[in-house]
Every structure is written in structure tokens, then in C-alpha cells.
């Protein structure tokens, strides 16, 4: 066995001449990376250009696919040439998302980059160490396989932990090894706290399930977001919309690449976003500048609340009253009424005493009139004290947004402050006061696909595509996240807090899953306790994430480049799938395998009798026939979508082949909450969240200060914020270009630069103020960062793996923002918080 503590060097230069020849691609692939990132720090010199005169592509072969650089699965076809290595990655000009950005583009770096994970490894010394061997794939699976059954025996299958990023296979892996802890991944540190808020306010889902209107809008508000962070499709519909003449204000404490454009950007100060809302709702009410008609109509807003905070239902006045019939103040006939009474017009205002069943008598007003009292503590002259921003602009932007029936995009990634369930509750409020909601231009549910699930419950049992159905002791357990955060969708923090603790039950063994741990999650020194007391850490992945140090067994999987995947289309408004049509096989020396292949392999080897409940059996173990599997899979999953839409299994294979997508629905306005209730408690929007009264949360979302830090008080003292880019991700850091093009620096205002004697260029040391945490960074002095505040890339640097060698240590440059964050996860909710504060030293 050959100890593995570096990788091959002798690609190095070979990834240079790659990088080289394949910058013509990017030049015509994306007009983005010219406009933002090649002009930065001498990219193409002349005697680079020189070279890559002489770098002919010769003749391609192309295929449709699906880009997995983030979650957003834009559509792109890829060009390989005779050889079949990848050449290029242009957009599918009609995909419904359509976009390619940096990342998208980095594949063609990735798949043959020198520090890639070539074969199976097995640790060879002390965790953290970073020392392997290379060992073949019969024996790595056979190893990782006994040691969780070992586990599993001792422990119980919930023992076993699944942590992931955007990989499907884990459930239907899950449930057959019987953990509930399947399912675990990145959200808490991404869209866990917004996910939460669409749930409360909208009865809606994850980001997918809810979007702008973008090229139809008329008036777009990003607040501390930007669609140049993910989805290039919705950056595209950004674009156009303003193409056609609308406007867009960017809210947020850095300029973030859209704000580069004909953009308005409003520098705020951080965690005060929900005065800022408050603030613009208290102006679009006292100006009467809301939709009355959507609002009496649509929302809970002229519901009766009691003094206990509950709503008032004909069960508190009636003998025999339906508990379900919501009471509002009628203006007509000056007295109570259930609110779907026909001719009824509700008081929004309305304040007063009410008799109940009983005879006792309470006070009640609507939830119109507290959202009111509520916002007019935020009045633009108190919420300029508190973010910083004039009131003039406060009052102007809330009055051009009402005017414009303006849309303001319900986030992504939100994991900043630990107060954006409420910030993105009050973005949704919002658009319902405007009465934008599910219209052309406004804040729209998406179209469903219906496509079906691998894997599902139903009745006590798991079901699959494949027509089989099974108990599994899954079922018997709730998540280990659950437990503590009943509204997450996923917070890994709780799997940390089983480990170190044995509570609920021990957690002994983690898979860890196409992600990042080290640049995903918050309090690093927590992290690597835990990491320390696990019996066994198994890592798949393809480039050497710092999470690698720590695992006892590597195994290598495949970049997206070389899948063939079928999926719904998300981050558009309209119903359509997607397929890749081809693939691109690993470079040689490359023994990668499909995630779904090893999770089958491994359950072989455990319980070959669950395996073969789906008809996976020995003969998939020659990975050469396992293409056989996954075309059952995708076969049936053809099946079940044409029947979900009457149609044919071979008319939808033909049109995805021929296209890479099949458009199913187009987007079909004013549906819900018009025509469709919605899958909140009243059926409609609630201003008012109904939800979290049974948690003893306060209905009305609010400002407070950010619970994350400790706030900067010192003159040399600051917000640290993070945030993502169109070249940001966890993979496409290693990417050779990223040496050049990346910017891992720290942005400082240029008044708090003079004031510190800090230059551009120069070297300063960052102390976080609540971990004493220490790292060094070259700063960037730059107007497009609010003073009092630094700013960072996450993902982008500060790594610290061994197995980082080479002339790709510039990975190691700058810093990792989550290292300066204490670790703060919101009740309930269990959103993280990764922005800080930090004391600034020049060096």
C-alpha cells in the first residue's frame, strides 16, 4: 500500500496548459466572469494570450446536462473532444434555467485537477494528520461496511449519521440501514431561517418553491441578497426585467456583483435589516399605500386577535361555535361575523370590547392594527438611528416600492445575523401589504413538476420507485436535529451536540457527503472535538475538503460532469424536468464511482436481503453493469412523472434527449392564495403567524439586536460579514483559475483604513471578539463596504488540509469566515449564524 500525504505534482503544469486553452471557453461561455473577474490581477498577459492562439479545440461532441456546482441545477450542454476529455460548458439557451456562471465553468478544471481524489484511502495516521494509504475499492467497502455493522450492533442503526449537500440517494440509502439521521445537511447554515418563515407565512417550502417574478417585475428589492450568489437563471431574468425598465435596490452592508450595474445599493448596518422592513411597512400604512382589497381579502390581517394572542373564533362567542371560523369586525353591519361570511367587509382597524359565550368581556384588535403599532416603533427617523440608513431613503424606497406594486426577493442563503426568520417573514409581509403576491411581477409560487420522489412514506412504510415497500426502524426514531429544532430543515450542530454529549441517544459514526463541514458550519473548535470522539468518519467527496484530515476513510465520487441525472427544474416558476444526455468518464488514474453505487455496496456487505428488496444484487457490485440499476431508476421515475401527467413515457424520453428538459406547465398567475387556500392555518397569507404560537414565539416579527456577537464598539473593532459571489463555492476554490481570479482579500471602507494607517495590499490580523480566534488577511480598500464593517468570500480561503500541496496553497490564503462565529443556533428554528465580530491589528 502506497502512503498518500501529497498529491501528483507532475499535473501541475499540465493543469496550467489546461487553464490556458480553456479560458477561450470561459470567454465565450459566460459574459459574467468578463464583466466582474477577468480584469483582476493580470489574467491574461500577453504572452498568455500568445498561448492560447496556439491551443486549437479540434472537433466536440456535445450533450445536454446538469450543472452541480450549487444547488440551483442550471441547465448546460458540454463539450468533450475525441479523446473524450470535457473542452467546454456553454448555457442551454432554453432551459427554463438558463445561466452559466464561474462555478458552472470550474468543471473543466476539476475533473483532471491535480489534488482530485483518485482512489480509495484508508487513514494511516492520528486524525487531523492527514496521512493515508490507497487501498482498493473491495477493500474499502468491506472495511467501512464491518465497522458499521460493529456500530450498528451496539448502538442501533440511529447511531449512523448522514451529513450532506445537494446529493438525492441518502434517503433511499437511510431508511434500508434504518437511520432517521439521513438526511442531515448544509441548510442551517443557508436557507434553514427563511425556509422556516415561507412555512409560517405562506404555508410554502424551501427557496425553490417560491420566487420573484423577475423579468416581469417592475421594481425588484434584494435585501442581503443576490441572485449572482446561485441560480444564474434568475440573475438572467434579473437582468432583463431591468432591461425593460425596471428598477432594483440592493439592501445589504456590502455591494454585492449585481450592485456593480445600474443598480441602487443601500449600504445597512448588520442584523438591522428587520428595522429597515418594519420601517417601510410602518410608511406603506400610514400613507394608506397598501393593497386594502388583497389584505382584507387574501391575509389574516382583519382577524380578531384576544389578549392571550390567540385568534377570536365563533367557538369564544357562540355555544356549539366552529373553533376553525375566524371573527372579524364587520363595517357593515358594525358587528361580529365570521370572516368568509358573504358581504362581510372587515374593519382593519378595528379595537374594542367583545362579549364572550360566557359573559366576561376582553379587548381585541385586529392583526392589522398590531402589525401597525408594531412598525410605528420603527417610524424612518428611529429605524435610521438603527441602520444606519437615512430616513429620507427609507421613506422614498417604501413609497417608490407601494407605488410600483414592487417585489422583494424572499432570500437563499440567510444565515447571518440569527435573526432572519424574522427578517424574511417581514420581506414576505411585505409583498402581501402590496398585494403582490402570485402575480405577473410579484412574489410567485412555482409550478409543481410532480416529480416523483425515489423514496417515500406512506402508511408506516417506505415505498420506492422501484414498486417495493418496507418497514425500517427509521421510522421508529425522530431525527436527532428534531429533537431540539422541530421547524429546521437540517441543523448539524445538534448531530455535534449527540456526539460530545451521548443525548438523545450516542451518534458514533458519520458519513460525511459532498460537503464542506469546516467552511459550512459555525464554532470550529466544537466541530473538532466531535470529530475526535467518533468511532468512525467516512468522506466522499472528490477534491480534499479540510474535512478530510479527520476521516478514516476516503471514497473518491464523481463531479457532475460525469452523471447522468434526471430531476425536476428548480428556481423557475414554471413546471419542467431535467436529464443529462451524456457523460463525461473520469481522466485516467481516476477510479471514481457513483454515490449511489457505494451506499448500495455498503448495504450489501451489511444487509445484502434489504439491498436486494430493490433489486439491487452482486452482479451491480461490477460497477461496469451498474449503469443497468440506475436505468431501472430511470425508468420508473419516467414512468411514475407521465403518469402525474397524462402523458407518455417515450414522448418525454424523447423530448428530454432532444432538449435536455421537457417543459410540463408554464407558470399560471393568481392561483394561490385566489383560487387555492394556503397550506397555512387560515388558508391564507398570515401577517399574523398563526404557526408559532404553540413554540410561545410572538406572532409579529420584531427587531433585536443580533444574538450571534458581540457588536464592535472599539475604533478598531468590526463586523465581520460573509457572503458568496458567482465564482464562490466550497469545490470550485481549488480551480486553477481561482488562483488568479478569486479574491480571498478582507474589503475595509476606506475611512476605516485611513484611520488604522491601513493600505491597500497591506497585511492585517483579525481577532474574533467572542472566540479569540486569530488569522491573517491582505486587505482590500474599497468603497463598496459600509464603514464599520469588513467583509469576505466565504468558502474561498483560510483552509488548512495537508493534503492542500503545491501550487495550490493560495487555497490557505485569506480567511475562513465561520471560524470567527460562536457557534449561535436559533431556538426552534436551529439556524446558524456565520457573521462576527472581530478586532483589527495591522501587521
Given at each position: 500500500m502506497k502512503e498518500v500525504s501529497n498529491f501528483n505534482k507532475d499535473l501541475v503544469d499540465k493543469s496550467r496548459r489546461d487553464f490556458i486553452k480553456t479560458s477561450i471557453a470561459i470567454g465565450v461561455t459566460t459574459s459574467l466572469i468578463g464583466s466582474i473577474v477577468l480584469s483582476r490581477e493580470r489574467l491574461f498577459e500577453k504572452s498568455v494570450q500568445k498561448e492560447i492562439m496556439l491551443q486549437p479545440f479540434g472537433k466536440a461532441k456535445e450533450f445536454y446536462g446538469i450543472c452541480g456546482a450549487c444547488g440551483a441545477g442550471c441547465g448546460i450542454k458540454i463539450g468533450v473532444d475525441e479523446s473524450g476529455r470535457p473542452i467546454y460548458i456553454t448555457a442551454n439557451p432554453n432551459h427554463p434555467q438558463r445561466g452559466i456562471c464561474g462555478r458552472g465553468v470550474a468543471g473543466l478544471w476539476l475533473w483532471n485537477h491535480p489534488l482530485r481524489i483518485k482512489k480509495p484511502m484508508k487513514r494511516a495516521g492520528s486524525r487531523g494528520e492527514g496521512r493515508f494509504v490507497e487501498i482498493d475499492w473491495s477493500q474499502a467497502l468491506d472495511e467501512v461496511a464491518s465497522k458499521l455493522k460493529e456500530i450498528i450492533s451496539r448502538y442501533g442503526a440511529r447511531s449512523v449519521v448522514i451529513t450532506r449537500h445537494d446529493i438525492r440517494w441518502n434517503p433511499l440509502f437511510g431508511y434500508l440501514l434504518g437511520t432517521p439521521n439521513f438526511d442531515i445537511g448544509h441548510e442551517s447554515t443557508c436557507h434553514d431561517a427563511g425556509t422556516a418563515a415561507r412555512k409560517w407565512v405562506l404555508g410554502a417550502g424551501g427557496p425553490p418553491t417560491v420566487d420573484p417574478d423577475y423579468e416581469n417585475a417592475r421594481y425588484l428589492l434584494f435585501i442581503g441578497r443576490t441572485p449572482a450568489t446561485a441560480s444564474m437563471g434568475a440573475l438572467n431574468r434579473t437582468m432583463k426585467s431591468r432591461e425593460l425598465g425596471s428598477k432594483i435596490v440592493v439592501v445589504d452592508p456590502r455591494m454585492p456583483e449585481i450592485a456593480y450595474a445600474n443598480v441602487e445599493w443601500i449600504p445597512i448596518i448588520p442584523g438591522t435589516d428587520a428595522a429597515f422592513l418594519l420601517s417601510m411597512i410602518h410608511v406603506i400604512i400610514s400613507e394608506k399605500l397598501y393593497d386594502e382589497f388583497f389584505v382584507k381579502n387574501y391575509t389574516n390581517a382583519p382577524f380578531l386577535i384576544k389578549p392571550d394572542k390567540k385568534l377570536l373564533t365563533e367557538a369564544d362567542i357562540k355555544d356549539g361555535g366552529d373553533p376553525n371560523a375566524y371573527i372579524v369586525y364587520d363595517k357593515n353591519t358594525g358587528s361580529l361575523k365570521k370572516y368568509n361570511e358573504k358581504g362581510v367587509d372587515p374593519d382593519l382597524m378595528y379595537s374594542g370590547e367583545i362579549v364572550l359565550k360566557d359573559g366576561s368581556k376582553i379587548q381585541v384588535k385586529t392583526a392589522f392594527l398590531l402589525l401597525a403599532e408594531r412598525a410605528s416603533k420603527y417610524a424612518p427617523s428611529e429605524a435610521e438611528k438603527i441602520t444606519g440608513i437615512s430616513a429620507e431613503t427609507i421613506t422614498r424606497i417604501?413609497?417608490?416600492?407601494?407605488?410600483?406594486?414592487?417585489?422583494?426577493?424572499?432570500?437563499?442563503?440567510?444565515?447571518?445575523?440569527?435573526?432572519?426568520?424574522?427578517?424574511?417573514?417581514?420581506?414576505?409581509?411585505?409583498?402581501?401589504?402590496?398585494?403582490?403576491?402570485?402575480?405577473?411581477?410579484?412574489?410567485?409560487?412555482?409550478?409543481?413538476?410532480?416529480?416523483?420522489?425515489?423514496?417515500?412514506?406512506?402508511?408506516?412504510?417506505?415505498?420506492?420507485?422501484?414498486?417495493?415497500?418496507?418497514?425500517?426502524?427509521?421510522?421508529?426514531?425522530?431525527?436527532?436535529?428534531?429533537?431540539?429544532?422541530?421547524?429546521?430543515?437540517?441543523?448539524?450542530?445538534?448531530?455535534?451536540?449527540?456526539?460530545?454529549?451521548?443525548?438523545?441517544?450516542?451518534?458514533?459514526?458519520?458519513?460525511?457527503?459532498?460537503?464542506?463541514?469546516?467552511?459550512?458550519?459555525?464554532?470550529?473548535?466544537?466541530?473538532?472535538?466531535?470529530?475526535?470522539?467518533?468511532?468512525?468518519?467516512?468522506?466522499?467527496?472528490?477534491?480534499?475538503?479540510?474535512?478530510?484530515?479527520?476521516?478514516?476513510?476516503?471514497?473518491?465520487?464523481?463531479?457532475?460532469?460525469?452523471?447522468?441525472?434526471?430531476?425536476?427544474?428548480?428556481?423557475?416558476?414554471?413546471?419542467?424536468?431535467?436529464?443529462?444526455?451524456?457523460?463525461?468518464?473520469?481522466?485516467?488514474?481516476?477510479?471514481?464511482?457513483?454515490?449511489?453505487?457505494?451506499?448500495?455496496?455498503?448495504?450489501?456487505?451489511?444487509?445484502?436481503?434489504?439491498?436486494?428488496?430493490?433489486?439491487?444484487?452482486?452482479?451491480?457490485?461490477?460497477?461496469?453493469?451498474?449503469?443497468?440499476?440506475?436505468?431501472?431508476?430511470?425508468?420508473?421515475?419516467?414512468?411514475?412523472?407521465?403518469?402525474?401527467?397524462?402523458?407518455?413515457?417515450?414522448?418525454?424520453?424523447?423530448?428530454?434527449?432532444?432538449?435536455?428538459?421537457?417543459?410540463?406547465?408554464?407558470?399560471?398567475?393568481?392561483?394561490?392564495?385566489?383560487?387555492?387556500?394556503?397550506?397555512?392555518?387560515?388558508?391564507?397569507?398570515?401577517?399574523?403567524?398563526?404557526?408559532?404560537?404553540?413554540?410561545?414565539?410572538?406572532?409579529?416579527?420584531?427587531?433585536?439586536?443580533?444574538?450571534?456577537?458581540?457588536?464592535?464598539?472599539?475604533?478598531?473593532?468590526?463586523?465581520?460579514?460573509?457572503?458568496?459571489?458567482?465564482?464562490?463555492?466550497?469545490?470550485?476554490?481549488?480551480?486553477?483559475?481561482?488562483?488568479?481570479?478569486?479574491?480571498?482579500?478582507?474589503?475595509?471602507?476606506?475611512?476605516?483604513?485611513?484611520?488604522?494607517?491601513?493600505?491597500?495590499?497591506?497585511?492585517?490580523?483579525?481577532?474574533?471578539?467572542?472566540?479569540?480566534?486569530?488569522?491573517?488577511?491582505?486587505?482590500?480598500?474599497?468603497?463598496?463596504?459600509?464603514?464599520?464593517?469588513?467583509?469576505?468570500?466565504?468558502?474561498?480561503?483560510?483552509?488548512?488540509?495537508?493534503?492542500?500541496?503545491?501550487?495550490?496553497?493560495?487555497?490557505?490564503?485569506?480567511?475562513?469566515?465561520?471560524?470567527?462565529?460562536?457557534?449561535?443556533?436559533?431556538?426552534?428554528?436551529?439556524?446558524?449564524?456565520?457573521?462576527?465580530?472581530?478586532?483589527?491589528?495591522?501587521?
Open positions: 417604501a413609497r417608490e416600492f407601494a407605488l410600483a406594486k414592487g417585489v422583494a426577493d424572499d432570500t437563499w442563503y440567510a444565515a447571518k445575523n440569527g435573526v432572519e426568520t424574522d427578517v424574511v417573514s417581514l420581506i414576505l409581509i411585505l409583498n402581501a401589504l402590496v398585494g403582490n403576491i402570485d402575480k405577473r411581477g410579484g412574489l410567485c409560487f412555482a409550478e409543481s413538476p410532480k416529480f416523483p420522489e425515489v423514496c417515500w412514506v406512506q402508511e408506516g412504510y417506505v415505498y420506492t420507485i422501484l414498486g417495493t415497500k418496507f418497514d425500517s426502524e427509521a421510522l421508529k426514531e425522530k431525527r436527532i436535529d428534531k429533537v431540539y429544532y422541530p421547524e429546521t430543515v437540517s441543523t448539524f450542530d445538534a448531530v455535534l451536540d449527540a456526539i460530545l454529549t451521548e443525548k438523545p441517544y450516542p451518534v458514533k459514526a458519520l458519513i460525511v457527503l459532498g460537503t464542506s463541514i469546516f467552511t459550512r458550519d459555525v464554532n470550529i473548535e466544537k466541530i473538532k472535538k466531535a470529530l475526535e470522539k467518533l468511532d468512525l468518519i467516512v468522506f466522499m467527496d472528490f477534491m480534499p475538503q479540510d474535512i478530510i484530515d479527520y476521516a478514516d476513510y476516503v471514497l473518491p465520487t464523481r463531479i457532475y460532469l460525469e452523471k447522468e441525472e434526471l430531476k425536476a427544474v428548480t428556481w423557475t416558476l414554471h413546471a419542467a424536468v431535467e436529464m443529462s444526455t451524456g457523460h463525461v468518464e473520469p481522466p485516467p488514474g481516476v477510479d471514481a464511482r457513483d454515490e449511489l453505487w457505494i451506499f448500495m455496496e455498503i448495504l450489501r456487505r451489511i444487509y445484502p436481503d434489504r439491498a436486494a428488496l430493490i433489486g439491487y444484487t452482486e452482479e451491480y457490485a461490477d460497477y461496469t453493469r451498474f449503469h443497468e440499476f440506475e436505468e431501472m431508476i430511470k425508468d420508473k421515475l419516467i414512468e411514475a412523472l407521465a403518469k402525474n401527467w397524462n402523458m407518455s413515457p417515450d414522448d418525454i424520453k424523447r423530448e428530454l434527449m432532444n432538449k435536455g428538459f421537457i417543459m410540463l406547465k408554464r407558470k399560471s398567475y393568481e392561483t394561490r392564495p385566489y383560487k387555492t387556500p394556503l397550506a397555512t392555518p387560515s388558508g391564507r397569507v398570515e401577517i399574523y403567524r398563526l404557526s408559532v404560537l404553540k413554540y410561545n414565539l410572538d406572532p409579529l416579527p420584531d427587531y433585536y439586536p443580533p444574538p450571534a456577537y458581540t457588536l464592535p464598539k472599539a475604533s478598531n473593532e468590526f463586523y465581520l460579514v460573509n457572503g458568496k459571489g458567482p465564482l464562490v463555492s466550497a469545490h470550485v476554490a481549488f480551480a486553477y483559475p481561482m488562483r488568479y481570479v478569486a479574491d480571498r482579500s478582507v474589503w475595509m471602507n476606506p475611512e476605516d483604513a485611513e484611520r488604522l494607517g491601513v493600505r491597500d495590499g497591506d497585511l492585517i490580523e483579525l481577532e474574533g471578539i467572542d472566540t479569540g480566534y486569530k488569522a491573517v488577511a491582505r486587505v482590500k480598500v474599497t468603497n463598496k463596504v459600509r464603514k464599520g464593517v469588513l467583509f469576505t468570500y466565504s468558502y474561498m480561503g483560510g483552509r488548512f488540509s495537508k493534503l492542500i500541496t503545491g501550487s495550490y496553497g493560495f487555497v490557505r490564503e485569506g480567511v475562513n469566515p465561520n471560524m470567527f462565529a460562536k457557534g449561535y443556533i436559533s431556538p426552534i428554528v436551529g439556524a446558524a449564524a456565520t457573521n462576527s465580530s472581530v478586532r483589527v491589528r495591522k501587521l
